[in-house]
């Protein structure tokens, strides 16, 4: 998925934060949809590059959740920065 510039495309760490979002904002047990999200790309991700995304809860309420999500590469470069909103719906996840 590299462009024209031999970098990747942004939505490969967009798809990759994204999916923390997710991940984070849904491990309370109460199902968490997207309201809100944006990325600030701050380095190019390359060829070969392993990428890993880590979330912080910044603030979280009955009805909404508010994340950071920083997409570093395998040399613990920051290639990226994500924020997402979240609603939570009230509803628990049945297991």
């Given at each position: 998925?590299?462009n024209?510039?031999?970098?990747?495309h942004?939505?490969?760490?967009y798809s990759?934060?994204?999916?923390?979002?997710?991940?984070?904002?849904n491990?309370?047990?109460i199902?968490?949809?997207?309201v809100?999200?944006?990325?600030?790309?701050?380095?190019?991700?390359?060829?070969?590059?392993?990428l890993?995304?880590?979330?912080?809860?910044m603030?979280?309420?009955?009805?909404?959740?508010?994340?950071?999500?920083e997409?570093?590469?395998?040399?613990?470069e920051?290639?990226?920065?994500?924020?997402?909103?979240v609603?939570?719906t009230?509803?628990?996840?049945?297991?």
């Open positions: 998925m590299l024209g510039f031999t970098i990747a942004g939505g490969i760490t990759l934060a994204d999916s923390c979002l997710a991940f984070a904002s491990s309370h047990g199902q968490a949809v997207s809100e999200t944006s990325i600030s790309h701050t380095k190019p991700v390359k060829e070969g590059d392993e890993t995304a880590i979330s912080e809860e603030n979280l309420s009955n009805r909404i959740g508010i994340y950071h999500i997409v570093s590469n395998q040399r613990g920051r290639v990226a920065l994500f924020k997402g909103t609603y939570r009230g509803k628990p996840w049945e297991v």
